[in-house]
């Protein structure tokens, strides 16, 4: 497998500020590691990237000075989308060709964008969605830009935000160009907690009937969250980590006792506590006999450093399995996985499927996947509990 070691890492920001200024804004790390890393980072800026004012919130603005789509007056310029497409696959180019790599990987980390609306003749299709960008529709957002000039370069791309990225059109130009992608939104404190836990509760016969999630962050994701419409993204995502868990137990949710889970997202922005976000959960479940049962969770943990592991776990992972191959017993001809890497979905609130399939969110299920693709790889079968060799006579 890929080294961490020798990733070179690059990437676009709105804003301008030099990597040792952003680490202190964003007040994360220990001021003493911030000392000692200050040097490594001053004098890398980002590549000027895509910004869309409609897709993220308001108060993002204030950061937006490092923009590729400006006029000649310097004013954001929503109208050039497909010349955005083309400087994306630019800067890839560039990239690869600098430092003379093997392979690019694009992974998205940037603010939570609002959901597109899915329109037919719009971004349905490829061919409608490459139509669509050329004619600066506005329902292209930013990240969908990301991934089309990534697809169209050949190179894999992961959604690490919550909003619906790929729509059917960017699916469809993925397969088309045997491009992977990987999705959604990073899955790293409250929501992994909630799909280990509630699996647990539903496998026990413990039937839960309410989940209450809240969450308050002081960090720039917590700002941008404050805004309406990009929260509803983020909470469609944390909400759906359930819906396949409920599927499974048809003794416990079915047409008599209910098929849901009255489920609560909250999310607040409080300044002062920066990057420490603060989690708290109650689970109400019913028991035999009319007996409830009451599980409440607190939580505080450092989102940015929670995610940073992901991230490069992600990369690793997404450059390992664009290099397998497999052939049928009765071909001669190797192929690459399916497009969506469904594989990545341990470490992905809002796993991509491929179309027509279930969504899996159990975190045990994602992980026994991969799991059991190593063993088989090297030639070790998979796991299996049924062992037979102790509990047959």
Same mark, same amino acid.
């Given at each position: 497998?890929?080294?961490?070691?020798d990733?070179?890492?690059?990437?676009?920001?709105?804003?301008?500020?030099?990597?040792?200024?952003?680490?202190?804004?964003?007040?994360?790390?220990?001021?003493?590691?911030?000392k000692?890393?200050?040097?490594?980072?001053?004098g890398?800026k980002?590549?000027?990237?895509?910004?869309?004012?409609?897709?993220?919130?308001?108060?993002?603005?204030?950061?937006?000075?490092n923009?590729?789509n400006?006029?000649?007056?310097?004013?954001?310029?929503?109208?050039?989308?497909?010349?955005?497409?083309?400087?994306?696959?630019?800067?890839i180019q560039?990239f690869?060709?600098?430092h003379?790599?093997?392979q690019v990987?694009v992974?998205?980390?940037?603010?939570?964008?609002?959901?597109?609306?899915?329109i037919?003749?719009?971004?349905?299709?490829?061919?409608?969605?490459?139509k669509?960008?050329?004619?600066?529709?506005?329902?292209?957002?930013?990240?969908t830009v990301?991934a089309?000039a990534?697809?169209?370069?050949?190179v894999?791309?992961?959604?690490g935000s919550?909003?619906?990225t790929?729509?059917?059109?960017?699916?469809?130009?993925?397969?088309?160009?045997?491009?992977?992608?990987?999705?959604d939104?990073?899955k790293?404190?409250?929501?992994?907690?909630?799909?280990v836990?509630?699996?647990?509760?539903v496998?026990?016969?413990?039937?839960?009937?309410?989940?209450?999630?809240?969450?308050?962050?002081g960090n720039?994701d917590?700002?941008?969250?404050s805004?309406?419409k990009?929260?509803?993204?983020?909470?469609?995502? +944390?909400r @759906?980590?359930?819906?396949?868990?409920?599927?499974?137990? =048809?003794i &416990?949710?079915n %047409?008599e /006792?209910g098929k849901?889970?009255?489920?609560?997202?909250v999310?607040?922005?409080?300044?002062?506590?920066?990057?420490?976000?603060?989690?708290?959960?109650?689970?109400y479940?019913?028991?035999?006999?009319g007996?409830?049962?009451?599980i409440s969770?607190?939580?505080?943990?450092?989102?940015?450093?929670?995610?940073t592991?992901?991230?490069?776990?992600?990369?690793?992972?997404?450059?390992?399995l664009?290099?397998?191959s497999?052939?049928?017993?009765?071909s001669?001809?190797?192929?690459?996985?399916?497009?969506?890497?469904?594989?990545?979905s341990?470490w992905?609130?809002?796993?991509?499927? +491929?179309? @027509?399939?279930?969504?899996?969110?159990?975190?045990?299920? =994602?992980r &026994?996947a991969? %799991?059991? /693709?190593?063993?088989?790889?090297?030639?070790?079968?998979?796991?299996?509990?049924?062992?037979?060799?102790?509990?047959?006579?």
């Amino acid at each position: 497998m890929l080294n961490p070691n020798d990733l070179i890492v690059d990437g676009w920001d709105i804003s301008n500020l030099e990597l040792d200024a952003a680490m202190k804004r964003a007040q994360v790390l220990d001021v003493d590691l911030q000392k000692q890393l200050a040097p490594f980072l001053k004098g890398i800026k980002p590549k000027p990237s895509v910004y869309y004012p409609d897709f993220i919130a308001l108060n993002q603005k204030e950061r937006a000075n490092n923009v590729v789509n400006v006029d000649s007056a310097k004013e954001v310029d929503t109208n050039r989308k497909w010349q955005d497409v083309e400087t994306i696959r630019s800067d890839i180019q560039n990239f690869k060709k600098q430092h003379n790599l093997e392979q690019v990987i694009v992974l998205w980390t940037a603010n939570t964008e609002r959901y597109s609306d899915i329109i037919d003749g719009v971004n349905d299709t490829s061919e409608n969605l490459l139509k669509s960008i050329q004619e600066n529709h506005p329902e292209v957002s930013p990240s969908t830009v990301f991934a089309v000039a990534s697809i169209l370069e050949g190179v894999p791309y992961i959604n690490g935000s919550p909003q619906n990225t790929f729509v059917p059109g960017v699916i469809e130009l993925a397969e088309k160009n045997q491009t992977f992608i990987g999705g959604d939104d990073f899955k790293s404190g409250q929501t992994k907690i909630k799909s280990v836990l509630a699996q647990f509760l539903v496998d026990a016969g413990i039937r839960p009937i309410s989940i209450a999630s809240y969450n308050h962050l002081g960090n720039n994701d917590g700002y941008n969250l404050s805004s309406p419409k990009q929260f509803k993204s983020k909470e469609i995502s +944390k909400r @759906g980590v359930v819906d396949d868990i409920i599927e499974s137990n =048809q003794i &416990l949710y079915n %047409e008599e /006792l209910g098929k849901k889970i009255d489920h609560c997202i909250v999310i607040k922005y409080l300044q002062a506590v920066k990057d420490s976000k603060v989690a708290m959960d109650e689970y109400y479940s019913e028991l035999m006999l009319g007996g409830h049962n009451k599980i409440s969770i607190h939580n505080v943990c450092e989102d940015s450093l929670l995610a940073t592991p992901l991230i490069i776990d992600l990369v690793v992972m997404t450059e390992f399995l664009s290099r397998v191959s497999y052939k049928k017993d009765n071909s001669n001809e190797y192929h690459n996985f399916y497009s969506v890497l469904t594989l990545l979905s341990y470490w992905l609130k809002a796993p991509l499927t +491929k179309p @027509g399939y279930k969504v899996i969110n159990g975190l045990n299920k =994602q992980r &026994l996947a991969i %799991e059991n /693709l190593l063993r088989l790889l090297v030639g070790l079968p998979i796991n299996n509990e049924l062992r037979f060799e102790e509990r047959l006579v």
